[in-house]
């Protein structure tokens, strides 16, 4: 059963770089033909995709962050990472890892699991 | 502002059937398909509905999905206390290139 997990500190000051890592097991990164995945959650508020990174490293990102946010892949890990840069308060959040399905078929796509999610707090 | 749009609450008793409308336009939900999740109080998201009515593994066939136009439809049936959860629609957007989520629905099973 495919499982992710994320990791990362829970606390960033304003104007630095908050890094995650999302460690998957029951299943292999390498070779599959899924991307995967970060969304995220401000305490109370809605999901918001951050972006998605393929096994080789080609990724799709959220216009409204691509300048900021790094999404890269280590397959000898079978780990995925998120890097968001001069983070701001609003940036703060419940951050989720997934496994994202993209079908290439009339947009088809979806999250499927889900790891349990890391709140990051940005404050000084 | 979420660019999909649904309904911040809905409301029914138990046994009873609800539906969540999500909206959209002709870059999403019209020429694309539909998902939809349901996140638990206190959990992560789970996947309840890919492409538009498909049901994954596991998920009671309680849930149904619709689209039409540039709209989509989740429907509940047989409602009980534990379908208590805040529902999202999802869809990718073909003018952005990414995934758009609606502002979620939070259901209240009375």
């Known amino acids: 059963q495919l499982q992710l997990q994320e990791s990362g500190p829970g606390l960033v000051k304003p104007s630095e770089t908050l890094s995650l890592n999302c460690t998957v097991s029951g299943g292999s990164i390498s070779g599959s033909s899924f991307y995967w995945g970060w969304i995220r959650q401000p305490p109370g508020k809605g999901l918001e995709w951050i972006g998605s990174v393929s096994h080789s490293g080609s990724t799709y990102h959220n216009p409204s962050l691509k300048s900021r946010v790094t999404i890269s892949v280590d397959t000898s890990k079978n780990q995925f990472s998120l890097r968001l840069n001069s983070v701001t308060a609003a940036d703060t959040a419940v951050y989720y890892c997934?496994?994202?399905?993209?079908?290439?078929?009339?947009?088809?796509?979806?999250?499927?699991?889900w790891g349990q999610g890391t709140l990051v707090t940005v404050s000084s | 502002q979420s660019v999909l749009t649904q309904p911040p609450s809905v409301s029914e008793a138990p046994r009873q059937r609800v539906t969540i409308s999500c909206s959209g336009s002709s870059s999403n939900i019209g020429n694309n398909v539909v998902s939809w999740y349901q996140q638990l109080p206190g959990k992560a998201p789970k996947l309840l509905l890919y492409s538009n009515d498909l049901l994954p593994s596991g998920v009671s066939d309680r849930f149904s999905g619709s689209k039409s136009g540039t709209s989509a439809s989740l429907a509940i049936s047989g409602l009980q206390s534990e379908d208590e959860a805040d529902y999202y629609c999802?869809?990718?957007?073909?003018?952005?290139?990414?995934?758009?989520f609606g502002g979620g629905t939070k259901l209240t099973v009375l």
């Open positions: 999802a869809a990718w957007d073909d003018s952005l290139s990414g995934v758009v």
């Open positions: 997934a496994r994202h399905v993209i079908t290439g078929i009339a947009g088809g796509n979806w999250f499927d699991p």
